[in-house]
């Protein structure tokens, strides 16, 4: 274990020093792959730390916001803060103004550190709303050049001024890190929180510490690892994943050159690790069914003939099954043709485990994966616990598990099936002293509720709040009826609802790639995404689809009726978490006349004002679809 | 200093039909300049005038004070003056990157056999024309589909990929003959946007042949206007908006 007094920042000092010159951060730019090694980072931070230190007046217990894409910069600033004993919150950069208001207001800092035009221009409009924030720091100053405005700074200028502040031998960092303490609070991370407002989180240095440690000593990383950093750093996994993950084991950490170019950028690293959302995972297979579609017949049935084999091996190591040593050898053989070039396709070639956080993957997502040979690994975690705490185990996996607890952390099940944990990582409390977390003995609930099997797998059935209980009295897990009709590459996503009602019905959005290569290939023509939703052969398609998936389902357990959203469910319109979770209380009251008509009689469906005011006030009508029985 | 491009004079002449009639103007640098008017206005046989394409009839046309109006029009390249063409003028199965690479081709001065070999100053060479052109692939933000062929990009895109080709010969002085023609409208704001960072940030002079009024009024520093050959306008946006000869050759004369 960790010893308590261990911190980031005093890990990054041991790390300059043990490994001076070699790599550990990598960002693209201008196309090429430049690298920052551990020297390099330990050097940047300590300049950052001067300046803010001696130029900002920053002090023990003070809160840095950041807010801005996955950067280098963004990890300098937070050791930076956290070297001197302050602590790091890092925002979504994708918030609106008002939410950032929320966030701002709620942590308190005073000092921000963005990254470009786009956030300096959302602050300065809600400058007003909040008064705490007195400097504004960016690092991207392209557009910038105009903006005169006492709050803002250049990033590289503050470095400089540290270096001119700094004085040679002076060993600024390595005395100012001493003076950390495991206990300190190192982060605020909000809870992707499905209802209400976010919560801020604080994590302590060992927390995060002990959440990684726990993972580690379940999957050994090698200081020569790579890893790619892509989603929101605000977001607890990713946080652990790229800061102290890379801190504590030497591994090296890859920053995509934008967004919208992860998915190249994912195979020229072809990392060994990585971590994502069920939404990126099917979003791969998703492009990967599409071109399967576009390939030749002889490329088609190659994989036709050995995917077979794939899938036997997959389900026979997803259940804990034997297999033949015939279908091993097929399947060998079938590997060294088709599912090392798809694999490498994918970039996912070198990749020793890719872990699922946030949710759970449907089970033929995983199969899928498991069946080319990429370790998909379900977990299971929260802000409040630094992550994961729970992790499929390489050689002992339970299809819809959540896998086995870290070593280091407990699990009981509560009477009505609440899932109880204890481990070192359990947060110390919420940034706001009115947020009183429940002090329940050392153990803390996420709001989940499941069960254990005999041998330590941990089932998650649904969000405690979430479970639907049908007329007949019947307990009912709606994310296991959305996964199911995830499943269909067809549909992206799904909700179901249900509570005290004679059947269930969803609101489907239908994916967009998929259909998008299916059109081209129909020649249907469409302008967006809401045309093609209303597209009648898209409706006959979706219909039986559905119908097809629910066939599988008990009676009491199938949708009956549904309707696919003419727009795509969205973040900003507070239907999704920033981690693409669905927050199913506002989606019930957006869609309230819309789910009640679906209990009507009428095939007709009305979508609520808000939603039509876009359509110049007329009342919209969706047709709503039924589930051949 | 004087003025960027001078133009005097101008006459260009297709047997009996001419195509320009006696214009004159002035571009001061670093300014965006367009130049609108009707159909067969003349517009792109303007440009072809600068970039080299055409030779005028009669009159002459000065860059930084030099004479250009004969010289060949991969001299002109290399003086400072890039253009992006109406119709595109990509390699379709050739990359965005290559197409990009190409376009800078006659600023290369390695030979044959260094080149070929990758030795001494070559090498160097490919190492500094690769980081210009990585800088326009970032400003005009082609990261995602640099290794895509042009070909298979849609419209939209294609645009923008002719406009780095002529960006990415750094130029002092760009023509960029409708960039936005084709486009819907978010793909405009994104084009207007990109000219004005070539105009604040790359402090270069753009020339612009554009439909779209809004976007001229709203971009121009400097308006010339063209109609049947003759430069009925030249001035200010506010300047052109009053001009009465403008508004006819426009909107038409109210019947009396």
Redesign the interface.
Known sequence: MVSSEKTLPKLLAEQAVAKENEVALRQK????WNEITWGDYYKTVELLAIALSEEYDFNRGDKLAIIGENRPQWLFSQLAAQALGGISVGIYQESLPEQLVYYLNDCEARIVIVEDQEQVDKLLEIEAQIPLVKHIISYNQ??M?NYKHPKLADFDEVVATGKSLSKEESNFLRKVVERTLGNDTAIIAYSASTTGNPKGVMLSHSNLLAAAAGLEAVDKVEKKDDYLSFLPLAWIHEQVMSITMPLMTGMVTNFP??P??VL?DLREIGPQTLLAPPRVYQSILSNFTTRMQGASRFNRKIYQTFKKYGDKVAKAKLNHQPISSGDKFMYMLGDLLVFSAIRDHIGLARIKRAYVAGATLETEALTFFHSIGVNVKQTYGGTELAGIAFVHRDEDIRVESAGTSLPGTEVKIGEDGEIFIKNQAIFSGYSKVSEVAEDNDGWISLGDSGRMDDNGHLFISDRKEDIITAVNGERIYPSMIENRLKASPYIQEAVCFGNNKPYLTALLNIDMNMFGSWANKNRIVYTDYSDLSRNSEVRKLIEDEVSKLMSHLPEGSRVKKFVILPKQLNANDGEMTRTLKIRRKTLNETYNTLIEDLYSGTSEVELADALAAGERGKPVKELSLQVSQ | MGPILEVKGLHLQFGGVKALDDVSYHIEKGEIFSLIGPNGAGKTSMLNCISGLYQPTDGSILFKGQEITHMKPYKRTTLGIARAFQNIALFAHMSVLDNLKLGRHTLMNSGMISGGLYVGKASKEEIDH??EV??V??FL?L??I??TPVGKLPYGLQKRVEVGRALALGPELILLDEPMAGMNSSEKDMMARMIL?MH??KGMTVVLIEHDLGIVMNLSHHIAVLDFGKQIGFGTPEEIQKNPAVIKAYIGEEAI
């Open positions: 730019h201008l196309g090429i392209q557009g050049r050159e934008k919208h170019t190249a | 690769r980081r990585e800088e692939i970032e933000e990261q995602d640099r290794h960072d604040e940030v």
